[in-house]
């Protein structure tokens, strides 16, 4: 197996076997990395998005099980480190055990679950400035009620990804 790292853009021609939710979401990321087989198949990926720094990743069924999943999301973070990136941010389905297990094995903290939504939000500190923001929003989430706090924990996150672009361009 193998890795190619670059954006979405970049990358656009080796989406066409993923499902229509990862391709849209990975087309558009500022960081993607492609697991591909010997055979050049591909069959997973990895993105960052680029306002909130939210990760998203996908393995083909067949492929699971084996810790490709767990290089894939590490060979991404460590991309997402080398570009300055300050946090990496993702929800999980509190079902989905596997996705559960690699996420605490590449270095995801929890910040809140929502347990009427089925969901848990987490991130993963890259410096300094993402460990400020995990606290402050670990801290946050443990005082505010549910749904208030499931919008406010999406908006903070959509500001903090927008003030990061931000910052980064000037």
Not at 2 to 30: C, H, M, N, W
Not at 36 to 65: H, M, P, Q
Not at 69 to 85: F, H, N, P, Q, V
């Amino acid at each position: 197996m193998k890795f190619i790292v670059g954006s979405g853009e970049q990358l656009r021609d080796k989406l066409e076997t993923f499902p229509k939710k990862y391709k849209d979401a990975f087309s558009s990321s500022q960081i993607l990395v492609i697991c591909v087989t010997s055979d050049n198949k591909v069959v997973g990926g990895c993105s960052i998005a680029k306002i909130s720094n939210y990760a998203l990743a996908y393995l083909k069924e067949e492929y699971r099980g084996r810790g490709l999943g767990t290089k894939l999301e590490a060979k991404t973070y460590s991309e997402a480190r080398r570009r300055g990136l300050d946090f990496v941010a993702g929800a999980i389905h509190l079902w989905n055990l596997p996705a559960l297990h690699v996420a605490s094995k590449v270095g995801y903290r929890e910040v809140v679950q929502f347990r009427d939504f089925g969901y848990v939000l987490m991130m993963i500190p890259l410096n300094v400035k993402g460990k400020l923001v995990y606290t402050f929003l670990h801290e946050l989430c443990s005082r505010l009620p549910g749904s208030f706090l499931h919008r406010i924990v999406l908006l903070l996150m959509s500001v903090v990804g927008l003030v990061r672009q931000r910052t980064s361009v000037s």
